[in-house]
């Protein structure tokens, strides 16, 4: 399948309507439903727990695709899968044994997702390629939605598809995805698209026809 899926951030949706928001968005094209769980501790921002991951689950019926911005990963990977993560991406920066932590996430009968943040280099994740289904290139400095998309990582995605080679291994962007960035990082490899403030803009579980838009102009 080599179609182009579009992952929405609930970061940037209504917080106090989770189960309309993700319908809504569900309803208007999203691929999948990313969620980002950040710590203040690994990034300068907090998020959600497994609990409200648990609550978000039961109004998703496409893939729910956790993005832990968190560090320690492992203590916490059984409660993220019992709150029904499809996948679980943890970032190599958040540890030194990530190759223990993708195989502690597959022993939990989750997808396995790894991710680098913008000053990371590719090198990091080169010896656990076969424990991933999934690289997520971060293209801003994680912790918040609305910033600008750092460029430089265009090429690292060029690399990393050519490093995949055959493997079924997706390439994720998250940061700074708008109809302008969307096609520089298609181009170079990537196959799923993050998408916060591009995609909640402008709408609202009252005009969720804008959600539609907005997805189909990424
Ligand atoms: C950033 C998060 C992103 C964020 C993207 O730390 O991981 O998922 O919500 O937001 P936008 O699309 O607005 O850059
Ligand atoms: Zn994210």
Redesign the pocket.
């Known amino acids: 399948d080599h179609s182009i899926k579009i992952a929405p951030?609930i970061?940037?949706a209504d917080f106090a309507n989770f189960g309309g928001e993700i319908a809504a968005i569900e309803a208007q094209g999203a691929d999948w439903v990313?969620v980002?769980v950040?710590d203040g501790h690994f990034?300068p921002?907090l998020t959600f727990g497994p609990p409200l991951v648990k609550a978000i689950r039961k109004h998703v019926t496409t893939f729910m695709d956790v993005?832990l911005?968190i560090a320690p990963v492992d203590p916490y990977i059984d409660a993220f899968a019992e709150a029904g993560s499809d996948m679980i991406t943890a970032h190599v920066e958040a540890g030194p044994h990530i190759h223990r932590t993708l195989q502690a996430i597959r022993a939990a009968d989750c997808k396995a997702g790894v991710s680098l943040n913008p000053g990371t280099p590719l090198e990091s994740i080169a010896h656990v390629l076969d424990l991933v289904d999934m690289v997520l290139i971060?293209t801003?400095?994680?912790?918040?939605?609305?910033?600008k998309?750092i460029p430089s990582q265009i090429d690292k995605v060029r690399r990393l598809r050519a490093m995949i080679g055959d493997r079924p291994i997706h390439i994720q962007i998250?940061?700074?995805?708008t109809p302008q960035t969307a096609p520089m990082v298609v181009e170079a490899g990537a196959d799923v698209l993050?998408?916060?403030?591009?995609?909640f803009m402008g709408g609202s579980v009252d005009s969720p026809g804008v959600y539609g838009e907005n997805i189909a102009a990424l």
């Open positions: 951030s970061l940037s990313h980002d950040m990034v921002n993005h911005m971060m801003v400095n994680p912790g918040f939605g609305g910033q998309f998250d940061g700074g995805m993050v998408a916060g403030s591009a995609v």
